[in-house]
């Protein structure tokens, strides 16, 4: 696990200090903690916690310690680890006021070799904190990042997701991307069946698409394939349907946005995810010009259109906005660059 930038983690404490965010004294108990999502919300809780004695304790649960060998040598002493498998993990010493479920696979390795971890480790993995989260002398905040594969297919002319659209209906599938979303969706019935009962305060968070440090390379996430191209090719090559939307926003805001619902403590769904796309192309020639380097459509159709909904959510008015509207996406991908520069 890879340090991230000091001043990625100083946006994130901006922005909380300037929106107000209450954490203090709070106790979290996280699951996923060494994933791209649950490792940006330890280091940003950390940060913040240092910056403004928060006196918030954190444990985090993670099943791959190879992972956190050198990270948790900078960890300080009120961040507890715990190495479990959240399928099987059924109690947890302590109190705690905030719990959040990032525990997914989402790498196209770990979850291609195992479809039933895909879903376990959502589904059961929340039930198993929940058992925990009824036992807390209050209603804990539970918040479960969720995702934006758990809504249907849309017309195209719809731009943006509304948070509006109905969800999936799915049986249990050999794919990969419908266990996936499969997952999600049986994880959020869970919240809010807790949540109607009163036994805690469910946030389903819904992300979308992100970039920056600790986004895995050479995986199936397009914007890390390009970075990848950058960093050890001679050119970006772009292998799927260039006319594929996304709206890539920063982990900074990302975390910044976690973190505030979580200070909200306003149940319901939320979306976490930049409202402005662009075509896959347009990402791939912004990557091209940061690093000097042409842009090479593999794609073997490339006048084939995307026949769903880009993936692309509409803006959650509650949010503030964040790093996306101080500096522009050439100088966060700048940044990413250079912090791959010292840590690929």
């Known amino acids: ?14 922005y909380f200090q300037e929106n107000n965010v209450d954490l203090e004294n709070a106790s979290f108990l996280i699951s996923g903690m060494t994933g791209f999502v649950g490792s940006w919300l330890v280091d940003s809780l ?11 304790a954190i444990t985090g649960i993670t099943r791959n310690p190879s992972k956190i060998n050198t990270w948790t040598n900078l960890l300080p002493g009120n961040v507890k680890i715990i190495e479990s498998d959240i399928r099987t993990l059924n109690k947890v010493e302590g109190s705690f006021t905030h719990f959040v479920h990032t525990a997914t696979p989402t790498t196209s390795a770990t979850r291609a070799g195992d479809l039933v971890n895909v879903f376990e ?9 929940l058992e925990i989260a009824k036992k807390q002398t209050a209603p804990p905040i539970f918040l479960h990042t969720s995702s934006g594969a758990v809504y249907k297919k849309s017309p195209s002319h719809l731009t943006n997701i509304p948070l509006t659209w109905p969800m999936q209906d799915l049986a249990a599938s050999e794919s990969v991307d419908v266990e996936y979303a499969r997952a999600k969706i049986e994880t959020e019935k869970l919240i809010l069946a807790a949540t109607s009962e009163g036994s805690v305060q469910g946030i389903n968070a819904r992300l979308f698409s992100f970039m920056g440090p600790r986004v895995p390379l050479q995986e199936h996430y397009s914007i890390g394939n390009f970075m990848h ?14 006319t594929t939307v996304r709206s890539y926003e920063h982990a900074t805001d990302m975390a910044s946005a976690l973190i505030y619902i979580l200070g909200l403590r306003q149940t319901g769904v939320f979306h976490v995810g930049s409202d402005k ?10 990557v091209g010009k940061v690093f000097s380097k042409p842009v090479k459509n593999l794609y073997a159709d490339k006048a084939q ?5 880009p ?11 964040g790093l996306s509207e101080l500096i522009s996406k050439e100088e966060q ?3 990413w660059r250079n912090w791959l520069s010292t840590h690929h």
């Open 305 to 309: 259109k995307p026949d769903i909904i």
């Open 46 to 56: 950390v940060h913040i916690n240092k910056e403004f004695g928060l006196k918030i």
């Open 121 to 129: 480790s959502s589904v059961l993995g929340a039930r198993n904190l």
């Open 311 to 321: 993936y692309v959510p509409e803006h959650d008015e509650r949010i503030p906005g």
């Open 229 to 242: 191209s950058g960093m050890c090719e001679d050119e970006i090559k772009l292998s799927v349907n260039p």
């Open 1 to 14: 696990m890879k340090t991230l930038p000091k001043a990625d983690l100083d946006v994130v404490a901006k």
């Open 277 to 286: 796309g662009e075509e896959l192309i347009a990402w791939a020639e912004l």
């Open 333 to 335: 991908i700048v940044n």
